[in-house]
């Protein structure tokens, strides 16, 4: 079965740090992919950043990267210089063939909280 | 600007009533999901559709009824039969290949008393 684990439910980061949530992954699929989601208070998801599992490098957007070490089924979240705008949910979700028919998995999410 | 819009952004509804929750996009993507969020909680997949006049349930689509006449538009029907109704309902699409991410809707926050 597919799934996903974030073993943080709320993490306190001071702003200008930087930031590492966590998320591991059990499938037994070659090819997949693994996403980041940003949920602030509004509501809305918005995908921060994408993996691949044949991806050599480690994906990065901006202030965010993706630490994939995929023998350890590991793909944890690095926000660096953190903003009080960054304080909001974080979901870990993958997609893969298997479950393509089905949805993407989520994760149960962390929520972040930027110190001043 | 394309994208994905739920309306309407709050609703109220009396218990035993059936509510539908529209959902419309134009990003030309072939799959689109309905998933429940509760406070503090994941999201929870309630039906999707990977083409027109094709749906499949997801894991919690007992009291939830879709439709897919048209590859822009997913509505979700909240039926009477749903016991617990209340909750942040986000709609989303997506490409059908490769690897591609989902979409979100703003969502719909439907409150039933």
């Known amino acids: 079965a597919q799934k996903i684990t974030q073993t943080q439910p709320g993490m306190f980061v001071q702003e200008k740090e930087a930031v590492t949530l966590d998320c591991t992954y059990d499938?037994?699929?070659?090819?997949?992919?693994l996403f980041w989601y940003k949920q602030p208070s509004s509501g809305e998801m918005i995908f921060l950043i994408y993996?691949?599992?044949?991806?050599?490098q480690n994906a990065t957007e901006g202030r965010y990267s993706l630490n994939f070490q995929k023998a350890r089924k590991s793909a944890n979240l690095v926000i660096s210089a953190s903003q009080l705008g960054d304080s909001a949910m974080y979901f870990c979700a993958m997609r893969s063939p298997v479950n393509y028919g089905q949805n993407f998995v989520f994760g149960p999410g962390t929520r972040l909280s930027v110190l001043p | 600007d394309g994208g994905i819009t739920q309306s309407p952004k709050y609703l109220f509804r009396k218990e035993g009533q059936n509510v539908t929750l529209s959902c419309e996009q134009n990003?030309?993507?072939?799959?689109m999901y309905w998933y429940r969020q509760d406070p503090g909680q994941g999201l929870r997949l309630i039906y999707y559709s990977q083409i027109v006049n094709d749906f499949q349930k997801g894991d919690i689509a007992e009291g939830y009824s879709v439709s897919r006449e048209k590859k822009e538009s997913f509505p979700l029907t909240v039926t009477s039969a749903q016991k617990n109704p209340t909750a942040f309902y986000l709609c989303?699409?997506?490409?059908?290949?490769?690897?591609?991410?989902?979409?979100f809707g703003p969502g719909t926050r439907l409150t039933v008393t």
């Open positions: 990003l030309n993507h072939d799959a």
């Open positions: 499938t037994s699929d070659p090819s997949y992919g």
């Open positions: 989303a699409s997506s490409g059908r290949t490769g690897a591609y991410e989902q979409y």
């Open positions: 993996q691949g599992s044949y991806d050599q």
